[in-house]
């Protein structure tokens, strides 16, 4: 059995984008700033001139997947402060017509298959939530609050006792960005 010394990953850091690594990782750029705790033990993460390295020493199967989530969750943090994530979502209703308004933080749906009451989905984090017409735009420059925000909408119009197939109301994914 053969064991690597170490194993090095270097995240490159593009034009425009500020790294402070203290016991959160934050990332500032022109979208917004990101800031995250990266605390797994044999982990090491520093910065160098305009690169983040990530090492660990005498690896094992654990140590390597986590090397390569706290790549893809810093990738993912970059993106968000440079481009931000942007997910398309269209409302489709057969009969009774469902209204979507944002309020702060909550979104209301009325009129959901012809219900007396509003169903309620979270806004998370700061994620930013936009209604014109059908379609549903949800922003934001943390993945991970965007895409829990678009899985809350559309379990909050989740069809209980009734064949999806023949009533396919509800507020779907169309695109991510």
Do not use: C, W
């Amino acid at each position: 059995m053969v064991v690597a010394a170490a194993i090095k990953e270097v995240i490159e850091i593009p034009e425009g984008v500020e790294v402070i690594i203290d016991k959160d990782i934050s990332i500032k750029g022109p979208n917004g700033q990101i800031s995250r705790n990266f605390s797994y033990p044999n982990v090491k993460i520093s910065k160098d001139d305009n690169s983040i390295v990530l090492v660990t020493s005498f690896p094992k199967k654990k140590d390597k997947s986590m090397i390569g989530t706290t790549k893809a969750h810093l990738n993912n943090m970059i993106k968000g402060v440079t481009d931000g994530f942007t997910y398309h979502m269209k409302i489709v209703f057969a009969h009774f017509p469902m209204t979507v308004k944002v309020n702060k933080d909550k979104i209301n749906i009325d009129n959901f298959l012809g219900e007396r009451h509003p169903r309620m989905a979270n806004v998370v984090g700061g994620a930013k939530v936009s209604v014109k017409g059908d379609e549903v735009t949800i922003t934001g420059v943390n993945k991970e609050d965007v895409g829990q925000t678009m899985a809350n909408l559309e379990q909050a119009t989740k069809i209980k006792g009734r064949d999806p197939r023949v009533f396919q109301d509800g507020i779907y994914l169309v695109s991510k960005e």
